[in-house]
């Protein structure tokens, strides 16, 4: 049951209590007033001739008398029986000189004032209800507004603002929802900013750790293997030295092959030699190669001018879309499109695998880096994903937002 139902019933209640209440003292004190007028009217009687002996004109004005016997008298005229019998039903209505004590005026008197006091009331009772259906309206408009921003900040939209109220008690109840949501909204921002951070700091400590190995390890294995196959030229080796040094030099080149793909995937160097499209290009190819799947890649040529750090924020997010294809989708292809069209870049990755019907409620910590990641590029994820259809995941990047001057792109 609504607000306005359980009030309106309520008052309903106690303006009916109110009336019966009222009526049963209107019919009292009428009861009283009904008695005292007949008591004045037979002391009336006592000092007029008898109604035989006056003219008919006199008779018939006379109220509260009227001639003893008359059987055509009406003693209630339009007054309800029981209405009569519940103000005069005992009064006493002595014959005095030949006139009959009659109260039918004094309760037709009663009557309608009874009728105008009941219209009165009714018409207010009704002003009442109509202007608390006013009142509940306006608060309830305050509610639904307040109920359906409460379901905004729920779906994450934190900006979400009420206009301040005239009534003292909703205005402290939309300022207090308005200083929720401006909080949740402040920390939302520091917690993506702090994993904006660490994604940054993450990506820097791959980049150092690739550099790292690349410049000492690469080195080593390098050497190792060149060594081992000076070794094959040695006269003064047997044949079984000769084929240990040989399978030492094998082993460096597959340790040596197996570190590019490690070096690759910590920090892509593709990428800052011959560009993102090359990167994505290599990416495809390398992750063909470790998962044994086809990836079917459409990329347009027209890419913008990422900064080296939109630029990792994307690869990252590519990569991180292909290794759960990989790992989870039970999928047999892959297809990954680029394009940019109407100053967005759209991109969009799509298997054939099993899907998931509850993704991304139950995501794990790679889908959510992906969101993350997106959220720094100012773009939107979303993920499509239905049980034995497969899924696809769709981020799109305005470059409006990355580039505030039209110029700022190529």
């Known amino acids: 049951m609504t607000v306005y139902r359980k009030i309106s019933l309520l008052m309903l209640a106690v303006f009916l209590v109110i009336y019966l209440f009222g009526a049963?003292?209107?019919?009292?004190?009428?009861?009283?007033?009904?008695?005292?007028?007949?008591?004045?009217?037979?002391?009336?009687?006592?000092?007029?001739?008898?109604?035989?002996?006056?003219?008919?004109?006199?008779?018939?004005?006379?109220?509260?008398?009227?001639?003893?016997?008359?059987?055509?008298?009406?003693?209630?005229?339009?007054?309800?029986?029981?209405?009569?019998?519940?103000?005069?039903g005992e009064s006493s209505r002595p014959v005095v000189n030949g006139w009959q004590v009659d109260p039918a005026d004094e309760v037709e008197e009663i009557w309608e004032g009874f009728l105008l006091i009941s219209g009165a009331y009714a018409i207010g009772m009704c002003v009442c209800f109509l202007a608390l259906f006013l009142m509940v309206q306006r608060g309830m408009r305050t509610l639904t507004s307040l109920s359906e921003a409460m379901g905004a900040v729920s779906s994450g939209q934190l900006t979400s603002r009420l206009p301040r109220q005239g009534e003292q008690e909703l205005d402290s109840l939309v300022c207090r929802f308005n200083a929720m949501a401006g909080a949740l909204e402040s920390e939302q921002q520091t917690v993506s900013r702090l994993l904006n951070e660490l994604l940054q700091l993450?990506?820097?400590?791959?980049?150092?750790?690739?550099?790292?190995?690349?410049?000492?390890?690469?080195?080593?294995l390098t050497g190792i293997r060149a060594q081992a196959r000076s070794l094959l030229y040695d006269p003064d080796l047997s044949d079984r030295q000769k084929q240990q040094a040989r399978d030492l030099a094998e082993h460096c080149e597959t340790?040596?092959?197996?570190?590019?793909?490690?070096?690759?995937?910590?920090?892509?160097?593709?990428?800052e030699q011959l560009g993102l499209g090359s990167a994505i290009r290599h990416l495809t190819e390398q992750w063909q190669q470790?998962?044994?799947?086809?990836?079917?890649?459409?990329?347009?040529?027209?890419?913008?001018?990422?900064t080296g750090e939109q630029q990792t924020h994307l690869y990252r997010f590519l990569q991180e879309a292909l290794n759960n294809v990989s790992r989870h989708a039970n999928a047999s292809c892959a297809m990954l499109a680029v394009a940019r069209n109407n100053n967005e870049l759209s991109i969009e990755v799509r298997d054939d695998g099993v899907g998931n019907d509850q993704l991304p409620d139950n995501a794990g910590l790679g889908v959510r880096s992906m969101c993350e990641r997106a959220k720094c590029l100012g773009g939107e994820v979303k993920f499509l994903s239905r049980m034995g259809e497969g899924t696809r995941v769709r981020l799109a990047v305005p470059l409006a937002r990355l580039y505030p001057n039209p110029g700022g792109a190529l």
């Open 290 to 306: 470790l998962s044994g799947l086809e990836c079917r890649l459409a990329m347009d040529d027209r890419l913008p001018d990422f």
């Open 202 to 220: 993450q990506d820097r400590e791959r980049e150092h750790i690739a550099r790292v190995l690349h410049d000492d390890l690469g080195q080593y």
């Open 24 to 88: 049963l003292l209107y019919t009292q004190q009428s009861r009283h007033d009904v008695q005292r007028e007949l008591d004045g009217v037979a002391g009336l009687a006592l000092s007029l001739q008898s109604p035989v002996s006056l003219p008919e004109t006199v008779v018939g004005s006379m109220r509260h008398l009227t001639p003893a016997g008359d059987a055509g008298a009406d003693s209630s005229g339009e007054v309800p029986a029981w209405f009569f019998a519940l103000v005069a």
């Open 255 to 271: 340790v040596q092959k197996h570190f590019r793909h490690l070096l690759q995937d910590l920090h892509p160097l593709v990428m």
